[in-house]
């Protein structure tokens, strides 16, 4: 353990992390939406060919 | 002035102070912390967390009552009956007190305004919920950076879960051990390595142990914003909501298991009952509580009562039951009358032992006396001083050896109790009390007494 540890602010050194860890979920949050984009798009295009089968 | 006392364990804030004075806690709020008070009010936050009841109620004194230089307003909060610390909850109630201290960021991010720490001695448990109790934890909210309490909030609430959780173990070991919070190199040590497979104990645990291994600067971070912040929050939420300790113990279903179950409880709930209308007061402490059973009866003849037991999973299914029926004069917690709280922090006095901050009316000790007794080896006197040092009045029940569970008790040990029989402990009892009344539980050798201090019958 390095001494100057001691001496800074027990709250800051935390900043980093969260600055990665809200990146990440962003990420996850961005995939998420790609994901959903794509689904809703097939299941429309599942939706359009339906009909026609049926009719 | 003499009876102000500003308590010991309040001095960490410079925004302000706890004071006692003619038996109420009172808050100063200093000249330093004004513009953050006034946003608090001005906002709308303080009225919306107090009519949410997630921050405890308080009302604007305007005396200086220490006359302090530094004085800016006193508060007077609602008084908490029984303060309770985060060593003595059960998972659900520090699980709970989590997600308030989260809902609470949440709510305050919205109006401008975050907290700057996150402890759990911030919460208190009034009428059965979590609350918050720290009116000036709230400081103004600067989008451009981190949570400045996230590193605290995962050492004190995120890592024991996380720890408890995963071990199916109780919190109370782990804070016992670290009061302040766990830090995260031994959390990663402690975590099983199938924690790692959870993205959110690889982020808020694993990742920020590597990064505070090598971090030799803080860091200047100004790209932070209000979504991040609420993203991240929103994600310790997740991973909270999630945990569970659930694990069999041999007390958790004492009662439903044990093989007289059902017929045996409902005569001993009829005496109970006759004998608690015989108890003056209105504050019950209940030892050995398991689940709760009779704490419910004392609570439903509008008794408060703490209810305290060993094991962690008891309490948690009694707080998880006062919960669900919205029971607000129960506070359950996990107390091991062989090893109750010791006062702690500096100088022993910031927060006080459990016998400290005992003031009851009466005391319930059902099915406890032949644990402490033959379970423990202690001396009835002992146990007779013990109780007599805080409780006025006793409901207090005796197991006789000739009791299965006695013997299930002296199965594997010597019977080095020669003295443990009715006589012997009617006698010891009768030095300090006076036998009120006497029931025998039907078809059992079991004995339930209602006692008073003898001094005053």
Redesign the interface.
């Known amino acids: 353990m390095?001494l100057?540890i001691l001496y800074?602010?027990?709250?800051?050194?935390?900043?980093?992390?969260?600055?990665?860890?809200?990146a990440?979920?962003?990420l996850a949050?961005y995939f998420k939406n790609i994901r959903m984009r794509i689904r809703s798009f097939f299941s429309r295009k599942n939706k359009d060919e339906i009909p026609p089968k049926d009719s | 002035m003499a009876d102000h006392i500003r308590h010991p364990a309040s001095y960490k804030d410079p925004s302000g102070f706890i004071f006692q004075a003619s038996e109420k806690f009172y808050r100063q709020v200093n000249k330093i912390y004004a513009a953050h008070y006034d946003l608090l009010i001005s906002s709308g936050l303080s009225s919306l967390l107090q009519q949410k009841k997630l921050l405890l109620a308080h009302k604007e004194v305007k005396e200086n009552m220490l006359h302090s230089g530094d004085w800016y307003l006193t508060l007077l909060p609602e008084q908490i009956p029984f303060t309770s610390y985060p060593y003595e909850w059960c998972f659900e109630q520090m699980k709970d007190a989590a997600l308030l201290t989260l809902e609470i960021v949440k709510l305050s991010v919205d109006k401008g305004m975050i907290l700057k720490d996150a402890t759990p001695y911030n919460v208190q448990f009034l009428n059965g919920r979590p609350v918050f109790i720290d009116t000036l934890s709230f400081e103004k909210y600067d989008p451009s950076l981190p949570w400045i309490a996230y590193r605290q909030f995962c050492e004190s609430f995120l890592f024991p879960l996380l720890l408890s959780h995963y071990h199916k173990t109780g919190i109370q070991p782990f804070l016992n051990s670290y009061p302040n919070g766990i830090p995260v190199n031994v959390t990663a040590k402690l975590l099983p390595w199938k924690s790692r497979l959870n993205p959110g104990v690889s982020l808020h645990v694993f990742l920020q142990n590597k990064l505070s291994k090598k971090s030799k600067n803080a860091g200047q971070v100004n790209s932070f914003s209000k979504n991040k912040l609420l993203n991240l929050i929103s994600h310790l939420e997740g991973i909270i909501r999630d945990l569970d300790n659930t694990d069999k113990t041999e007390w958790s279903n004492y009662y439903a298991d044990s093989i007289s179950g059902g017929e045996y409880l409902g005569k001993k709930e009829e005496i109970v009952n006759n004998l608690l209308q015989k108890v003056d007061g209105r504050k019950i402490l209940d030892l050995g509580a398991n689940e709760g059973f009779f704490s419910h009866l004392a609570a439903a003849k509008n008794f408060d009562v703490v209810a305290v037991d060993k094991d962690d999973q008891c309490i948690n299914t009694l707080y998880k039951k006062i919960k669900e029926k919205n029971i607000t004069n129960i506070l359950p917690l996990c107390i091991d009358l062989l090893n109750p709280s010791p006062a702690s922090g500096f100088a022993h006095n910031e927060r006080a032992s459990f016998g400290a901050r005992i003031h009851t009316d009466a005391v319930m000790a059902l099915a406890l006396i032949h644990h402490l007794a033959i379970g423990h080896n202690l001396p009835l006197s002992r146990i007779a001083e013990y109780l007599f040092g805080f409780s006025h009045q006793l409901i207090i029940e005796f197991v006789p050896k000739e009791d299965e569970k006695v013997q299930l008790l002296l199965q594997n040990k010597k019977d080095i109790y020669p003295e443990y029989t009715r006589e012997h402990f009617e006698n010891i009892f009768r030095q300090r009390f006076t036998i009120t009344e006497k029931v025998q539980v039907p078809d059992k050798y079991r004995i339930i007494y209602l006692m008073k201090r003898s001094t005053e019958t």
Request: zero cysteines.
């Open positions: 390095h100057y800074i602010d027990p709250g800051s050194g935390s900043y980093l992390v969260q600055v990665i860890i809200a990440v979920l962003g949050v």
